[in-house]
């Protein structure tokens, strides 16, 4: 019967895009993702894979008690998570962190998606407002909306578009790395205790490196970018340099919980490189998104120790990130004021970063589902990972000022009626999370 039912337009094969078709089609209702690469390309995508990886490869820590994005990722198994399923698949060492090969990820969705019964693909650019006959739509565009579709929303809500720009970092071959200078070791020994490759750094070096970042020539902004504010959650690594010279160090760089085996001498400061594919061939330095030219970053990067030979298999770069203002425009069920047909999910709505955008593409996907099949469910209470990153997004922000926001304890309410030590809340907080949530899904028939 539910065949019978008219389909669920999803625009955007992003993480949200890609996770709320998944959801939408084990609801039982039909779903046609549109998805505009690779007739239309983006700045920043590089294939026409669903969930590609863009800025990095890591959904970060993977701690459901003590961290706020790791207790989402637990919320999101719970709901059968398209994306965190992937992400298993295809992990790689990360220390205590969830991280996977980028393209075998990419793979694991696409195929997923593709071969759904459910699910038809429409390889075509979504350009404008969506025809009157698509009376239940997600809009997943992301940060890389097109700016025709992110033109027709800004018109239909009167409301200007935010923006951002969100750096890339640059990946290097494992085997042009020198372990005459280089070693293999988690801080303070998590996970494995050997996931990261670290290069050491004297002051010296250390002082020579922040001059070379802050003189560096770096990308040229056009007239209508140059006062485009970044997210700090991905800031160049330049922007930081020119914050202060400790900065760093306090920083992707600090030099704490690590023992150089090449050397007595503690290091002033340390690169930290995180493996980018399943492979172990290719390897991220962390924190290091960067605007630099291609020219400049060869020459910088090729002084730290160890990366003396090193050869880039992707140099870093940048683009520019849009956002609506969800508080002003959005309801709590994440649908436009203005045209209730239409709702919007992932980093476009203003949340920050992987995980955020794949678990407010589930929301949307389970909320746009129930109502298409007459079921209407309630959304997740403010004390769980979802309703609390729903709750700062539509409406716990305030409008004047809103910026995009990554998941934190701080968004939780507060643990009314204990008194307890400040490393025994987050783990109360998390366990407070589960239960509310497994309730939620039991009040609403969920699973």
Same mark, same amino acid.
């Given at each position: 019967m539910t065949n019978l039912l008219k389909p669920i337009h999803i625009i955007g094969g992003g993480l949200a895009g890609s996770e709320a078709a998944w959801q939408v089609a084990n609801a039982g209702v039909a779903v046609i993702l549109h998805e505009m690469r690779p007739a239309r390309k983006t700045d920043a995508h590089h294939t026409d894979g669903f969930a590609e990886l863009v800025c990095?490869?890591? $959904?970060?820590?993977?701690?459901?008690?003590?961290?706020?994005?790791? @207790?989402?990722?637990?919320? *999101?198994?719970?709901?059968?998570?398209? /994306? #965190?399923?992937?992400?298993?698949r295809t992990k790689v060492p990360a220390g205590s962190a969830l991280?996977?090969? !980028?393209?075998?990820?990419s793979l694991e969705v696409t195929q997923a998606l593709v071969n759904h019964p459910l699910i038809t693909v429409d390889r075509n650019e979504v350009a404008a407002l969506p025809p009157p006959d698509w009376d239940n739509v997600i809009v997943a565009t992301g940060p890389l909306t097109s700016p025709a579709l992110s033109n027709a929303v800004r018109d239909l809500c009167g409301e200007d578009g935010l923006a951002f720009f969100d750096a890339i970092a640059p990946i290097v071959y494992k085997d042009s790395i020198n372990f005459e200078q280089a070693w293999f070791q988690s801080r303070y020994d998590k996970g494995d205790g050997a996931d990261y490759i670290n290069l050491p750094m004297s002051e010296a070096q250390y002082n020579d490196f922040i001059h070379d970042l802050?003189?560096?020539?770096?990308?040229? $902004? &056009?007239?209508? =970018?140059?006062?485009?504010? +970044? $997210?700090?959650?991905? #800031?160049?690594?330049?922007? *930081?340099?020119?914050r202060g010279p400790e900065t760093l160090r306090f920083g992707p760089m600090k030099p704490v919980g690590l023992t150089n085996p090449h050397s007595q001498e503690a290091p002033y400061a340390v690169v930290q490189l995180r493996q980018d594919?399943?492979? %172990?061939? @290719? +390897?991220?330095?962390?924190?290091?998104?960067? &605007?630099l030219k291609y020219g400049e970053q060869t020459r910088i990067f090729k002084k730290i120790p160890g990366l =003396?030979?090193?050869?880039?298999? !992707? @140099?870093? %770069? @940048?683009?520019?990130?849009?956002?609506?203002n969800s508080p002003r425009i959005l309801d709590n069920q994440l649908r436009l004021k203005a045209d209730p047909r239409l709702r919007f999910a992932g980093? /476009?709505? %203003?949340? =920050?970063?992987y995980v955020e955008s794949a678990a407010i593409g589930l929301l949307s996907g389970r909320l746009a589902a129930a109502e298409r099949l007459n079921t209407p469910i309630s959304t997740p209470p403010d004390t769980t990972a979802f309703g609390a990153l729903l709750s700062h997004i539509?409406?716990?922000a305030d409008a004047k000022t809103f910026q995009p926001m990554n998941v934190n304890f701080g968004l939780f309410p507060v643990l009314e009626g204990r008194k307890m030590k400040k490393r025994d809340r987050k783990?109360? &907080?998390? &366990?407070?999370a589960m239960e509310a949530l497994e309730s939620w899904k039991q009040e609403n028939g969920l699973t």
């Open positions: 990095s490869n890591s $959904f970060r820590s993977d701690d459901a008690e003590n961290n706020a994005v790791g @207790l989402l990722h637990a919320e *999101m198994r719970s709901l059968n998570s398209l /994306i #965190m399923a992937a992400a298993a991280a996977v090969d !980028r393209d075998d990820f802050n003189t560096g020539e770096q990308t040229v $902004f &056009k007239e209508w =970018e140059a006062d485009t504010p +970044y $997210f700090d959650g991905c #800031m160049p690594i330049e922007v *930081m340099a020119e594919n399943k492979l %172990g061939t @290719l +390897y991220n330095i962390v924190g290091f998104q960067t &605007k =003396e030979n090193a050869e880039f298999a !992707r @140099l870093g %770069g @940048l683009h520019r990130n849009t956002f609506i980093q /476009i709505t %203003g949340v =920050e970063g539509t409406g716990g783990p109360a &907080k998390a &366990k407070r």
